[in-house]
């Protein structure tokens, strides 16, 4: 049995969470294959065979529209005769999963949070209510497309460099229909959907004025920024960096939230994170319940006391 996994890059280099989807892929079992669409270099690409993959093809040219990246991976898909299509959850993998349920005719399950169950009907448990609540989810069909949520298993690291093999996507005219005609991409920041760290700070800030603290800690860890709801609400903070359930939601291996009580909301877009830390004063708040570890204390003495002993370990 073939397992196809679709990998992502950022500046050049496989993003965490499509190792995650080849560890994930190496788990259920079969010879994992990953496709590319982006120009890597070869090293990188073969070093995705460390996550599990026996081979990972790459395209010979770069696919501008998601109906000309839809059409490749089903393409491939058929050619190496796999059964099931693994992509880690992504803004691309939204938009492609629904075209390809189309084109290979397969069942397809989004938010997946734990590995196939196969002994009976294939099943596979799926996150849903923001994370507040469960499913188990019968995929029907004999092919089938997982999307898988970030930090459900560990990432594989034993094995060997994968085999690198070029091929030539396969489109047609209809695919043609929309054009891109111009990108534009952030840079000089670590954006949030992609951050492995997250420092996010709340009204216990008391004003934009005071952010450098969150900043000055984000910057030691290698971090991005993020924000309650009410505070990019008043404009302390740009709506991009609002994090919750009407915002940008996240799954870093570490959210640290800074003067956040935690309301449901916010807590609907960060409770796939791995860990969570909490920095309030009230000792009551909310977000202690959902932390993993809880400092109840004043952020402008613990957050530099904070920053300046990492700085200290680096």
């Not at 081979?55 to 040219?61: D, E, H, I, M, P």
């Not at 990432?155 to 990108?183: C, H, L, M, N, Q």
């Amino acid at each position: 049995m073939s397992v196809l996994v679709l990998i992502e890059a950022l500046e050049g280099k496989i993003k965490k969470s499509s190792r995650e989807a080849i560890s994930y892929a190496a788990a259920i079992g079969g010879d994992i294959i990953a496709i590319s669409l982006e120009n890597l270099d070869s090293n990188e690409l073969a070093s995705i065979g460390k996550n599990g993959a026996s081979k990972v093809l790459f395209a010979s040219k770069e696919l501008s529209s998601v109906e000309e990246i839809s059409s490749a991976i089903a393409a491939e898909f058929k050619k190496v005769g796999a059964e099931t299509l693994i992509l880690a959850k992504s803004s691309l993998s939204s938009l492609v999963a629904a075209r390809l349920s189309v084109k290979l005719e397969a069942s397809s399950a989004s938010n997946v949070v734990a590995l196939p169950n196969t002994s009976g009907p294939y099943t596979v448990r799926t996150s849903i209510f923001t994370g507040n609540a469960f499913a188990e989810v019968e995929l029907i069909k004999s092919k089938r497309i997982l999307i898988v949520n970030k930090n459900i298993l560990d990432i594989k690291v034993d094995g060997v460099d994968a085999t690198v093999e070029e091929f030539t996507p396969e489109t047609s005219s209809e695919d043609s229909r929309v054009k891109v005609t111009s990108r534009d991409k952030a840079s000089g920041q670590i954006l949030l959907p992609e951050a492995d760290i997250v420092v996010s700070g709340g009204r216990g800030l008391k004003g934009p004025e005071n952010w450098g603290i969150i900043e000055d800690l984000a910057s030691a860890l290698g971090a991005a920024t993020g924000c309650s709801k009410p505070v990019s609400d008043m404009d302390w903070r740009p709506h991009s960096e609002h994090v919750g359930q009407t915002g940008i939601k996240v799954s870093p291996t570490l959210y640290i939230a800074v003067g956040i009580s935690g309301a449901i909301q916010h807590l609907a877009g960060v409770n796939s994170s791995k860990n969570i830390v909490v920095i309030n004063t009230d000792e009551e708040a909310p977000f202690f319940k959902a932390a993993d570890y809880g400092i109840v204390g004043d952020a402008f003495e613990v957050l530099p006391k904070l920053t300046e002993a990492i700085k200290a370990q680096q």
